[in-house]
C-alpha cells in the first residue's frame, strides 16, 4: 500500500489546517484502520488521532488534541482527513498518516511500532 498525506503549512497560533491522506492498493485496504501520527524535533513519534476500521467509525484522539481535531473518512473511502483548529505551537511537528494496524483504536494500539504502512509526512509549524 503507498499512502501520501497533505495539507501541512505554516500557520499561526489559533489557525487551522486540514491534512489528508489517501492510500493505494485496492478497495479492502480503504477499510482498514487508519491513523495519524506526529514526530517533533527531538521528540518520539506519538499517535494523535486514529478512525477504527470496516464500518465501525469510532474514532480515538489523544488528550492534547481533543476537542481541536477531528479525524474523518471522505466519501472516497481511500481518504482520511484530518482537521486542525485552534492550532497551537505546540502542534508543530511533521505529521504522518498510517494503515495495515491494530482494527482498534486505542491509547493501547496507538503506538507507531503496530502500523506496518506509513505516508512520507507533512510539516505544520504553528508560529507566530
Known amino acids: 500500500v503507498q499512502l501520501q498525506a497533505f495539507g501541512g503549512g505554516s500557520v499561526q497560533p489559533g489557525g487551522y489546517l486540514r491534512l489528508a491522506c489517501t492510500t493505494s492498493?485496492?478497495?479492502?485496504?480503504?477499510?482498514?484502520?487508519r491513523a495519524w501520527f506526529r514526530q517533533a524535533p527531538g521528540k518520539e513519534r506519538e499517535g494523535v488521532s486514529c478512525i477504527n476500521g470496516g464500518d465501525d467509525g469510532r474514532v480515538w484522539h489523544a488528550d492534547s488534541v481533543k476537542g481541536r481535531f477531528t479525524i474523518s473518512r471522505g466519501n472516497a473511502k481511500n481518504t482520511v482527513y484530518l482537521q486542525m483548529n485552534s492550532l497551537e505551537p505546540e502542534d508543530t511537528a511533521v505529521y504522518y498518516c498510517a494503515t495495515d494496524g491494530p482494527s482498534q483504536c486505542g491509547i493501547m494500539t496507538m503506538q507507531p511500532h503496530w502500523f506496518s504502512s506509513w505516508g512520507q509526512g507533512t510539516q505544520v509549524t504553528v508560529s507566530s
Open positions: 492498493g485496492g478497495p479492502r485496504r480503504n477499510y482498514n484502520t
